[in-house]
């Protein structure tokens, strides 16, 4: 399968500063999909990215696929405490494969 | 239904009693997964239906584990004798199109 791997594993950072959080494969992917996860709560969806070097924008939110097709990022803008939770990036293969999460802390 | 269910939402069970899990998915939609997510953990496969297609059993962990899907809509996932390491959430996904929806999860807890 087309496995994931996500870096950092955790995050903690004061309200109002960025974040990100990497997605990698060594393998090339035929899509990358983003979740969210509150504490407590089950993943939604967030968006999907097919194309080589997309860039899809979700408010505060910025995904990007890597030109390669092999990594992708999720970046966060000014983090509001809203924004608390596990950010799971994932691959459609033949399984739905999802990397280990990074869990974001947003202190105000 | 309008989203995936899941029941029971919670279960406490005693060592080596059997569970079983139950998963409603999203009427019509064919693509459906198992996954088991343990206490601060990342979202491990556990099985795959398709169609009629054969399951991909793949990331089942042991021979205690198995799951069913009747008619192409309700699954369960059974648990044979469980153990104290079978304790975590047991999340059900329905992917419609491209998305996944998940259910709210079944919170197993072996004592």
């Known amino acids: 399968g087309q496995q994931v791997m996500q870096i950092p594993q955790y995050q903690h950072v004061q309200e109002g500063e960025d974040f990100t959080t990497y997605c990698n494969s060594s393998?090339?992917?035929?899509?990358i999909q983003w979740y969210k996860q509150r504490p407590g709560g089950h993943p939604v969806f967030l968006i999907q990215?097919?194309?080589?070097?997309e860039v899809k924008k979700q408010k505060r939110l910025t995904f990007q696929f890597g030109e390669a097709k092999k990594n992708s990022s999720l970046h966060i803008t000014a983090t509001q405490t809203t924004d608390v939770g596990t950010y799971f990036c994932a691959s459609i293969a033949y399984a739905l494969n999802f990397g280990k999460g990074t869990s974001l802390l947003v202190t105000p | 239904g309008a989203g995936v269910s899941q029941s029971p939402s919670n279960k406490v069970t005693e060592k080596g009693k059997d569970v079983e899990l139950r998963c409603d998915p999203i009427?019509?939609?064919?693509?459906l997964y198992w996954y088991r997510q343990s206490l601060g953990q990342g979202l491990e496969f556990l099985i795959y239906?398709?169609?009629?297609?054969?399951?991909?059993k793949s990331g089942l962990p042991s021979d205690r584990f198995s799951a069913e899907r009747t008619g192409g809509s309700v699954s369960t996932l059974t648990i044979q004798r469980t153990q104290q390491e079978d304790s975590a959430v047991y999340l059900c996904a329905n992917r419609v199109g491209a998305e996944a929806f998940f259910g709210q999860g079944t919170r197993l807890t072996v004592v």
């Open positions: 393998t090339t992917l035929s899509n």
């Open positions: 990215l097919v194309k080589s070097g």
């Open positions: 239906f398709q169609g009629n297609s054969a399951p991909d």
């Open positions: 009427s019509g939609h064919t693509a």
